[in-house]
């Protein structure tokens, strides 16, 4: 399903008495126009249907599945967290346990809540800075022999900021212990096409993938795809679960949007990556010479994401998120407490960068030397009840500091990165009410499930 059929429908004479409401009418009102209403349709002759897929939709996805180099691409149009929780449902059974790296975003704990399920948290490396590194693989292995009854290991790789973890030998160890590999690869649906950027979970050994086409690639926000990679998953499970959690109708400017990017990579994908690989070489060459402000680097790490520490200046990476924004025209991604990252992608030009490291220059120029700050990732709290038994239980609001030694009964996150730095049923301690201390004072905004944060915690009775 191209543009071009799409196109047909502005000459097409029939009446269209099906929805939507606006009957592709783009002069009903002007926002219409400007927004695209003329390719607006649902499930009409001739445009397949997404979740029984045998025409035009089939042969897209089935294109996407041979770019990646999946068994089966499944396309997503409520971003990677619907396609997260279908995952979920369909390779673990409700009421079990899963292995989970705890960096993971919050849409995999909304799956481990409506699954009823119990984690096994394996901890992410600490690099500093608050940055969360890769899953150790040996943690897996230790996490899956402690708990022979985990079906599954769910992981994030890239992390928000570029971070990633061995797929490779997660995978063989998963596999070793018969149990699946889930990666929420969000972050890195342009991996696995070479050109300098890391391989694809597709490729090693993960049994399922979710990737956010529209956070890195040419494609509208909401866009996103499921990789089936391995018969150890049940395709039939699968489609039953991407049922349950995607709409009954899907926009088809989304659907058109993810057959557009798969049809662009394609017929330009190398010439698309190898000038966003050149524009990112100046640039890291051009921010070489930055003396108080530093760019982040790991083994392994996505380049496209750019990380800017400031923990050897007296900026937090909200003060430089600010300073970006208001004197330079530059909108980051995120900022935490010690760094902010800009995310790039084959849209940006060597113009769009040179504008970044220009201003980061500057901004280096004047930034005020201070002595490095050490910023740790906080302890494990302790689990006192899985998330589903104490999410929402009966409870009530607490101030941080009179919160202490209780159980959490919500989620407490910053967004993004969307990672929960407290799970309901966790013992809210004193790493955790220093951590949200750190955050109040970079500017950090803090979330939580019934919105009250960071004034107030709601904990069980």
């Not at 929805?19 to 009903?28: C, D, I, S, T, Y």
């Not at 096409?193 to 890195?216: E, L, M, R, Y």
Request: charged share 20%.
């Amino acid at each position: 399903m191209d543009e071009s059929l799409l196109r047909k429908l502005q000459s097409n004479t029939a009446t269209p008495m099906h929805m939507p409401g606006h009957k592709r009418n783009v002069a009903l009102a002007p926002y219409l126009r400007d927004l695209g209403a003329a390719w607006d349709i649902t499930e009409i002759d001739g445009f397949d249907n997404l979740h029984d897929a045998r025409g035009i939709l089939r042969d897209s996805m089935d294109r996407a599945a041979a770019l990646w180099g999946s068994r089966w691409a499944f396309y997503l149009v409520n971003g990677s967290s619907g396609g997260i929780l279908a995952a979920v449902r369909a390779c673990v059974k409700p009421g079990g346990t899963v292995i989970v790296g705890r960096n993971c975003h919050v849409s995999v704990y909304n799956a481990l809540v409506l699954n009823a399920l119990t984690p096994v948290y394996v901890l992410p490396g600490d690099p500093g800075h608050g940055i969360c590194g890769p899953i150790d693989p040996r943690d897996v292995e230790q996490a899956l022999e402690n708990h022979p009854e985990a079906e599954a290991v769910i992981l994030t790789s890239p992390t928000y900021d570029g971070v990633c973890s061995d797929v490779k030998a997660i995978a063989d160890v998963t596999h070793r212990h018969g149990r699946v590999l889930i990666v929420d690869q969000a972050h890195g649906a342009h991996f696995g096409f070479g050109h300098g950027f890391p391989d694809s979970a597709v490729h090693q050994g993960a049994d399922v993938v979710i990737q956010s086409v529209h956070k890195t690639l040419p494609s509208l926000t909401q866009t996103a795809m499921l990789h089936l990679c391995s018969e150890r998953v049940s395709e039939t499970a699968l489609r039953r679960a991407l049922a349950m959690f995607q709409t009954t109708s899907p926009s088809y400017l989304l659907l058109a949007s993810l057959d557009g990017c798969v049809g662009l990579l394609e017929r330009e994908g190398d010439d698309l990556f190898t000038r966003w690989q050149q524009a990112l070489d100046k640039f890291y060459n051009r921010c070489a010479g930055l003396r108080r402000l530093k760019l982040f680097d790991c083994s392994g790490r996505d380049r496209s994401k750019i990380v800017v520490l400031t923990d050897r200046t007296t900026l937090t990476g909200s003060d430089l998120a600010e300073l970006l924004r208001r004197q330079y025209g530059i909108e980051p991604e995120m900022a935490s407490v010690a760094y902010a990252t800009a995310m790039t992608g084959p849209g940006d030009t060597e113009e769009t960068l040179d504008a970044l490291a220009d201003a980061l220059a500057a901004i280096d120029e004047t930034a005020e030397a201070a002595e490095v700050r050490t910023l740790t990732a906080p302890s494990l709290p302790r689990m006192a009840l899985a998330p589903h038994q104490a999410e929402l239980s009966d409870g009530e609001h607490l101030s941080p500091e009179g919160s202490a030694g209780r159980i959490s009964g919500e989620f407490l996150w910053a967004y993004p990165p969307g990672v929960p730095l407290l799970v309901p049923g966790e013992v809210i301690d004193k790493a955790i009410l220093d951590t949200m201390a750190d955050y109040a004072r970079g500017g950090i905004e803090l979330r939580s499930t019934t919105g009250l944060a960071p004034e107030k915690i709601f904990v069980r009775k």
